[in-house]
């Protein structure tokens, strides 16, 4: 088996936080990492806790003097698609943090660069990976919902705090107006419905109702919602809000198909329900109860995660991350296209570009561009 030299950008951050799902396989090793971080302790830490060899401060000298196969974008959203191009102009493959970009222009620039490389792109989208979304979609795949037709997912993470601590935050994440981080609650969706995509997009927003500690107004809305159409007319319900105070729920979920529904639990006391019209006995007809989704899938014998389930929930992100990484080394050993290769990357990306269209034009419907059409 060959060894993946990996280079990590962005590894005093997100990049770093990887070091678990990596150290979980044997095929791939780190031998650089590179961060501008001012402080030198930091990348030296970073690098000694990922076992890397060189450390850089600029990225496409680590691209020039290393001998890399594979590069980790962990950088801030603006970096992800002049760092990945440079990747995959020398044909090194990438795993992307999400999302893919920050501008229409900008995503067809990347979509390019993809086509015109022999290696592999992939974005490092891991709350597809979550288990219960798993689960979902293997009862989906039976057909055990029926014909899918409502979604729903909701980011609900107060970040004020942290818009401050990461500026670029403050500059992408809050102050355009619109859905700019889609992909946690759009791709597990549209992960369920593999033969789809949004089509158009309508977003409002709930007002402004918070400041940052300057006293200033962020450009965003503190609660925008998305409705969007999708090719083969289902609807789906996308909330995004990082400014209001409240609780976190990042991975609030629902789906409505003709046989089943399905509602991610709202707290952690709270079991995922789903009711499924195959579980209903004759003399229990439409009695619609809700059923405990890992009762369900034990019934159905769907193990969505099979023997990784310890190695998984350890490396973050509820095994998100170390799905991501198993499927990006699978793909580029076997030379195949990753589950979440470019176009299904901007399906997740770009009706959330979209919204911030939509927004400025009062909420009017938008298209999404097609990028397999590019
Ligand atoms: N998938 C997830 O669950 C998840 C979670 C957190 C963050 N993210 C994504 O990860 C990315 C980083 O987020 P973060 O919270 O770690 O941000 P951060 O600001 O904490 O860390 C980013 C790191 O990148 C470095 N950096 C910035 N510009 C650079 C450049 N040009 N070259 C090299 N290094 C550079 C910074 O010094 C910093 O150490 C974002 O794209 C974010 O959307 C994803």
Redesign the pocket.
């Known amino acids: 088996m060959p060894t993946i030299d990996l280079g990590i950008?962005?590894?005093?951050?997100?990049?770093?936080?990887f070091q678990m799902a990596l150290d979980a396989y044997n095929d791939v090793r780190v031998s650089a990492v590179?961060?501008?971080?001012?402080y030198d302790d930091?990348i030296e830490e970073a690098a000694a806790a990922l076992g890397a060899t060189e450390t850089y401060?600029?990225?496409n000298a680590m691209l020039v003097q290393h001998d890399l196969d594979a590069v980790l974008?962990?950088?801030?959203?603006q970096?992800?698609v002049t760092?990945a191009i440079g990747a995959l102009d020398r044909d090194i493959h990438v795993l992307s943090?999400?999302?893919t970009s920050v501008g229409i222009g900008e995503s067809r620039d990347l979509v390019r660069a993809v086509e015109n490389s022999d290696a592999t792109y992939m974005m490092?989208?891991?709350?597809v990976y979550m288990w219960s979304n798993q689960a979902v979609q293997e009862l989906v795949d039976r057909g055990l919902f029926g014909e899918p037709y409502y979604a729903e997912g909701e980011y609900l993470h107060e970040l004020k705090d942290?818009h401050e601590?990461?500026p670029?935050?403050r500059v992408w994440g809050s102050d355009r107006n619109g859905i700019t981080?889609p992909?946690?609650s759009l791709g597990p969706i549209l992960q369920w419905w593999q033969d789809d995509r949004v089509e158009r997009v309508t977003c409002a927003g709930s007002g402004y109702h918070h400041r940052d500690p300057r006293g200033e107004k962020y450009g965003m809305e503190d609660g925008c919602v998305m409705l969007a159409e999708t090719e083969r007319d289902r609807l789906i319900k996308i909330r995004f809000d990082t400014l209001s105070d409240r609780p976190h729920a990042m991975d609030n979920y629902q789906m409505q198909g003709t046989e089943g529904a399905y509602e991610s639990a709202r707290s952690r006391d709270e079991p995922d329900r789903i009711w499924l019209s195959d579980m209903e006995t004759a003399d229990r007809s439409h009695d619609y109860e809700w059923h405990d989704l890992g009762d369900v899938t034990t019934n159905y014998g769907i193990e969505p995660w099979g023997d990784a389930l310890d190695s998984a929930h350890e490396a973050g992100?509820g095994g998100?991350?170390f799905f991501?990484v198993k499927t990006f080394l699978d793909s580029i050993i076997a030379g195949e296209k990753p589950p979440i290769g470019i176009h299904e990357a901007m399906d997740m990306t770009l009706p959330g570009l979209a919204t911030l269209e939509s927004m400025r034009n009062d909420g009017e419907w938008v298209p999404v561009p097609d990028s397999r059409e590019w």
Do not use: F, K, M
């Not at 950008?9 to 936080?17: C, F, L, Y």
């Not at 590179?34 to 001012?38: H, V």
């Open positions: 950008v962005g590894a005093s951050g997100r990049g770093g936080s590179c961060d501008i971080n001012l930091d401060r600029d990225y974008i962990g950088t801030p959203v970096h992800h760092q943090e999400v999302p490092a989208e891991n709350y942290l601590r990461t670029w935050r981080y992909t946690h992100h998100g991350d991501v």
